[in-house]
């Protein structure tokens, strides 16, 4: 597997020569968060950031995430002009060798949490979803919070702009359940997945987080059986999940290492999320330091299940605390992360040195 972190670009508080620096690190994972969603990348763009990231001797095979414009969700008639546009995306990124670009199809809201700096015993602060406090809130509570909690980052998902149109959007889904979004999805992957095999690049879905509805909106990509309907939807091998342990990790039906052997076996797996959560009730849970007594998730269990797959992709420690006095992107510092991909390295070398006995 290939050891990778993510990072957002100049306007990242962390620099890539600091993340060149993090021991056993093969890449970025990164992506144009400037371009409006629904818009072509622009190859000049492209290249610039694919540029800098290889002059710090780190690949870049990955992005995340090509969003999903709302109309693909919905359905709507102006979807075809989006699909077009993510097509052309899709050759723009295969001009600069990209392998995988990893997307999600949560309608309206991107990852949600109700708290970006619940702070733990030690002091230390991690992002936190609490059901029973968002049964109180308004969607533009959430992005009052996120704004608040954001260290003045304008988070992924959560552009100030987007509340102007969250009214309409709410209005617009009041006609889409489940099955719809269903076949929305199918309709777009119809369209995306032979582009992706022209151009050589794996499609990898992040499943949905928290993995259950919010505020009465449809997600689906949320446990074993739908992400098994997801890769029957359309049957090719591009078409195929990011596995993230945290996103998963909340539903207790949802056996992580299992999943990895069992899609694993089917080669569905494209992009690997690794970091733990503890859970205080059935919808509720905060996020932790990647080791496994800290959390629900057996991390040990987990890298062990990516060993025994034989698993040749691109991993990334997901979001960490934030310590050490770091202010910055919640759920992105530099420190935690790093200190999980040193956790991550561990596991692995005592995997592979104890199969060698
Ligand atoms: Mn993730």
């Keep these: 597997m290939k050891m990778t972190f993510r990072w957002y670009g100049k306007d990242d508080k962390i620099p890539l020569r600091y993340i060149a620096q993090i021991p056993g690190i093969d890449g970025v994972v990164a992506s144009l968060i400037d371009i409006p969603v629904g818009e072509v990348w622009p190859i000049s763009e492209l290249i610039k950031l694919k540029d800098c990231i290889n002059s710090y001797s780190l690949n870049f095979e990955v992005i995340e995430s090509v969003n999903v414009h709302e109309s ?8 075809d002009k989006y699909i077009e546009n993510y097509k052309q995306t899709l050759k723009n990124l295969s001009n600069i060798g990209i392998k995988t670009v990893c997307y999600n199809f949560m309608p309206i809201f991107d990852w949600t949490r109700t708290n970006l700096a619940k702070p733990l015993s030690d002091k230390s602060t991690v992002l936190s979803f609490d059901y029973d406090m968002l049964k109180d809130l308004e969607p533009n509570d959430l992005f009052d919070i996120v704004k608040n909690g954001s260290a003045d ?49 794996n499609m990898a879905i992040h499943p949905d987080d928290p993995p259950w509805s919010i505020f009465g909106l449809p997600r689906i990509i949320t446990c074993k ?35 990895i052997r069992y899609f694993g076996a089917q080669n569905k797996i494209h992009f690997a999320h690794v970091r733990n959560i503890k859970s205080t009730n059935t ?19 987990i890298m062990k299940a990516y060993d025994d797959i034989g698993f040749k992709g691109c991993i990334r420690p997901d979001h960490g605390r934030m310590i050490w006095g770091e202010v910055g992107m919640p759920g992105y510092g530099l420190y935690d992360r790093a200190l999980g991909i040193a956790y991550f390295n561990g596991i692995n070398e005592a995997i592979k040195k104890a199969k060698n006995v």
Excluded at 72 to 79: A, P, Q, Y
């Design 72 to 79: 693909i969700k919905l359905g709507e008639k102006s979807r």
């Design 153 to 201: 980052v304008v988070l992924p998902g959560w552009e100030l702009d987007r509340l102007n149109e969250i009214e309409e959007l709410f209005q617009k889904y009041k006609n889409i359940n489940e099955e719809n979004l269903w076949s929305n999805l199918k309709y777009f992957l119809q369209e995306i997945i032979p582009v992706a095999q022209e151009c050589d690049i």
């Design 225 to 259: 059986e739908n992400l098994q309907r997801l890769v029957d939807l359309v049957d090719s091998p591009r078409n195929g999940i990011t596995l993230c342990s945290g996103s998963l990790g909340p539903r207790k039906d949802n056996d992580i290492p299992d999943l």
């Design 283 to 301: 919808y509720s849970f905060y996020e932790t330091a990647h080791l496994s007594d800290e959390g629900n998730l057996d991390i040990y269990e």
